[in-house]
């Protein structure tokens, strides 16, 4: 039988690998403040939650929400949440960490005129431009992380080619068939530190090479290296381990996991209504929008997380403490940091 598993009532806080940042354990999400979730009150709601049980650091980008709406409301709604708590003095800038993301295809952005941008390009203009329009959105001097959303070049561990024909496919290349340059990309980067704009940068979507490659770069040219990669990361998908992990590991960048969750899906809502909290379950994203985020939902994957679930009961666990407790626990993550018999200390944040 398993062993009793206590809770505790609070988030410990990290240092953020080797940043300057001590962070909550949980970052919390925005992905999805103006497509699924439809309301600011709801997105405040959630981020008053958060801050009532210790979490100090969110995660947003500018192409948010997803699915549709890109880029129309989520670091809006962030920032105009953030004017008024420090307005009323619920909670002071210095105190919490935001993360924001350029992606390199310019969605949901709201700058430059059509045409200006190359396809899938992060250079010293564009991410100047994005990352301006971010602090705007945000009502912010400051970003404390910002990332490259997702490689400018096509790879294979990570994603952000959907529209990239199959012939094209070349893992060092851009969609124009130019080698990726990433020193000129770590120019833009330091670009940004110069006029001040950021403290730290990190990346997402990522694979072992593109990290390694970037780190080279950022060595060569006087450059902070990237101080995380943002990967997708579950019971469901484990890729970061194969290779990236590792890479992470001896180039000491932090692995920050998103997707702990499956999309919802290792929350059991979809194979125990139960699950499914206070939200119709008519309006679950893979239900109300079928086609998105398919990866979480393959019948291998819906087999393993009914498997998920009968562990979790067994513990006293709903499946989502689960999947948090062992996303948090995983030896690669430093994000993340590994302690024994600990889950998440509320129920209400993970529903």
Not at 202 to 227: H, I, K, Q, W
Not at 235 to 254: D, I, K, P, Q
Not at 260 to 280: F, I, S, V
Not at 305 to 329: D, F, H, N, Q, V
């Amino acid at each position: 039988m398993p062993r009793p598993l206590a809770r505790r009532d609070a988030l410990r806080k990290v240092k953020y690998g080797r940043s300057d940042m001590v962070v909550s354990e949980l970052c919390a999400g925005s992905m999805t403040w103006g497509s699924f979730n439809g309301s600011e009150e709801e997105a405040h709601a959630q981020l008053d939650c958060f801050v009532e049980h210790g979490v100090n650091f969110f995660d947003t980008a500018e192409m948010y929400p997803v699915a549709f709406n890109y880029g129309k409301t989520t670091e809006t709604w962030i920032g105009n949440w953030l004017a008024r708590r420090i307005g009323d003095g619920t909670v002071k800038r210095e105190d919490l960490y935001f993360a924001t993301k350029c992606n390199p295809l310019g969605t949901g952005g709201t700058v430059g005129k059509p045409g200006k941008w190359k396809k899938h390009a992060f250079d010293a203009d564009r991410l100047r431009a994005s990352c301006e329009a971010s602090l705007s959105r945000l009502q912010c001097d400051y970003i404390d992380l910002y990332m490259l959303h997702f490689p400018s070049r096509m790879g294979g561990e990570a994603f952000g080619w959907a529209n990239w024909k199959d012939g094209r496919y070349d893992a060092a290349r851009t969609s124009t068939g130019a080698e990726a340059d990433f020193e000129a990309q770590v120019r833009a980067v330091q670009g940004l530190f110069d006029a001040k704009l950021i403290r730290h940068w990190g990346l997402s979507n990522e694979t072992a090479y593109g990290l390694t490659m970037f780190c080279l770069a950022c060595d060569r040219l006087g450059v902070p290296r990237p101080v995380s990669v943002q990967n997708d990361f579950n019971f469901n998908n484990r890729t970061y381990e194969t290779s990236t992990a590792e890479a992470c590991h001896h180039l000491g960048v932090v692995g920050m996991p998103y997707g702990a969750l499956g999309g919802g899906a290792l929350t059991g809502k979809y194979q125990n209504a139960k699950y499914a909290g206070d939200r119709p379950l008519e309006l679950a994203r893979h239900n109300f929008k079928p086609k998105f985020q398919t990866r979480y939902r393959s019948p291998r994957g819906a087999a393993a997380t009914r498997e998920y679930i009968k562990l979790a009961e067994a513990w006293g666990l709903a499946p989502a403490e689960l999947a948090l407790a062992w996303c948090r626990e995983a030896a690669s993550y430093l994000a993340v940091p590994r302690r024994s018999g600990a889950v998440t200390p509320s129920r209400r944040l993970v529903s």
